[in-house]
């Protein structure tokens, strides 16, 4: 099994970056797919991004493509989300989530390993 800790959330203006980390225990890092969710308050826990092991395929969901991006360092057992561009409702709690897959999903039930997730708070 892989644990995931989250970091690198915040608070910042509208318009503004933030990156996020998620660092991954074990040598077998490299064997999962990884995920970004977040979950705002009110709100079902959505997909945001997600990558392959290899990182040679990525995918996003539409109310962020071309805003944030996804990245892994499997050297270092992290997984990151440069978040540009922020909008006030992307504000949420995001997740780090693994999934045992070759290929990235962006189906939340196909993730059976997660993180305690990190506060991102854009004001407008």
């Known amino acids: 099994q892989v644990q995931l800790v989250e970091s690198g959330g915040g608070l910042v203006q509208a318009g503004g970056s933030l990156r996020l980390s998620c660092a991954a225990s074990g040598r077998t890092f490299s064997y999962y797919a990884m995920g970004w969710f977040r979950q705002a308050p009110g709100k079902e826990r959505e997909f945001v991004a997600a990558i392959g092991r290899s990182g040679g395929n990525t995918g996003y969901a539409d109310s962020v493509k071309g805003r944030f991006t996804i990245s892994r360092d499997n050297a270092k057992n992290t997984v990151y989300l440069q978040m540009n561009m922020l909008k006030p409702e992307d504000t949420a709690v995001y997740y780090c989530?693994?999934?045992?897959?070759?290929?990235?999903?962006?189906?939340?039930?196909?993730?059976?390993?997660w993180g305690q997730g990190t506060q991102v708070t854009v004001s407008s």
């Open positions: 989530a693994g999934r045992a897959g070759n290929y990235y999903s962006t189906v939340i039930n196909e993730y059976n390993y």
